[in-house]
């Protein structure tokens, strides 16, 4: 009994994630980044691009991929909250476009559900799917998520059946965990690789940044609530938008390995009267990054106000 009783001991322990470092805290990372203190205490740490807020005419928020700063209540409909509060305090007015992209895209499911008011435009650039979603077919989205490496077949499957195991899965060395978390290649399509291979040449490689505050907040949390159960589904959402006066695009790259393109269709075939698909042949998940895609997207964003 002593012997099981410690072995229960040591597992508990083992699964338990350490605290995030908050930024600023004494035992954690320098504040170096401009943010807001939201209403809850929590910090929100943001960058400006672009010509002034206080003179520009379009206002975009940007809602980057995978890593997050710490919350442990964080939901989709926190999230989504947060940006609207992020908006107010920078002025940005009482309507902004809105970009998300990879996980930061499906997060603008959410602020097209909770704060459809707010939008003047949405892009959601190859936003990844929630294979438990319960409007896709069940055949189609054990299909989707079989296309993954068995790294992230798993690690997803453990993200939504045992969240609670997460944090353990993604530091362990037994079994190999999520790509992206462990930069593994077979994540990257043929582009993607070129892309990438770029980028790290031009030193644009922020991941050791982004796990300062403990990966368990930053980037295991993020997994947890992207393929949870959530709270409404996406795939049978209304048009928030009932006269058509707000655009929404969705882009994705067809040789996606990260986010697979079967997904993207069905909700595409299934939103067309109210979502505006485009596909790009031959590209993968870091297409937003190939030259002038990134004036092309907001172009066909801002085009449909001219």
Not at 114 to 143: K, M, Q
Not at 196 to 209: C, F, P, R, T, Y
Request: net charge negative; hydrophobic share 40%.
């Amino acid at each position: 009994l002593v012997v099981l009783a410690g072995l229960v001991a040591w597992g508990y322990q083992a699964i338990q994630p350490p605290p995030p470092k908050i930024c600023g805290s004494s035992d954690g990372p320098l504040v170096t980044a401009s943010r807001i203190k939201l209403r809850d205490g929590r910090h929100l740490a943001y960058r400006e691009h672009g010509v002034s807020k206080d003179v520009a005419k379009i206002k975009v928020v940007f809602i980057h991929g995978f890593d997050s700063d710490p919350h442990p209540s964080r939901t989709v409909k926190s999230q989504v909250s947060d940006i609207e509060e992020l908006a107010d305090q920078l002025g940005l007015g009482s309507k902004f476009y809105l970009i998300g992209y990879s996980l930061g895209g499906q997060l603008g499911w959410g602020c097209l559900k909770y704060i459809p008011h707010r939008l003047a435009g949405v892009t959601l650039l190859t936003p990844a799917s929630n294979y438990w979603w319960p409007g896709f077919p069940s055949n189609l989205s054990t299909e989707a998520l079989y296309k993954h490496p068995p790294c992230d077949y798993w690690s997803l499957r453990v993200a939504h059946y045992a969240p609670w195991l997460t944090h353990w899965w993604n530091t362990q060395n037994w079994f190999p965990i999520l790509g992206a978390i462990s930069k593994s290649p077979h994540i990257l399509s043929r582009e993607d690789k070129e892309v990438v291979a770029k980028l790290i040449a031009k030193g644009v490689d922020n991941m050791e940044h982004v796990r300062q505050q403990g990966e368990y907040e930053s980037l295991h949390r993020d997994l947890n609530v992207g393929f949870g159960n959530w709270e409404f589904d996406p795939v049978e959402m209304e048009n928030p938008f009932t006269n058509n006066e707000v655009s929404v695009h969705l882009w994705q790259g067809d040789e996606d390995i990260l986010v697979p393109a079967i997904l993207q269709r069905y909700i595409a075939e299934r939103h067309s009267s109210w979502i505006q698909y485009h596909e790009l042949a031959g590209s993968g998940h870091f297409f937003p990054y190939l030259d002038g895609m990134a004036d092309t997207i907001v172009k066909t964003m801002l085009n449909d106000k001219e």
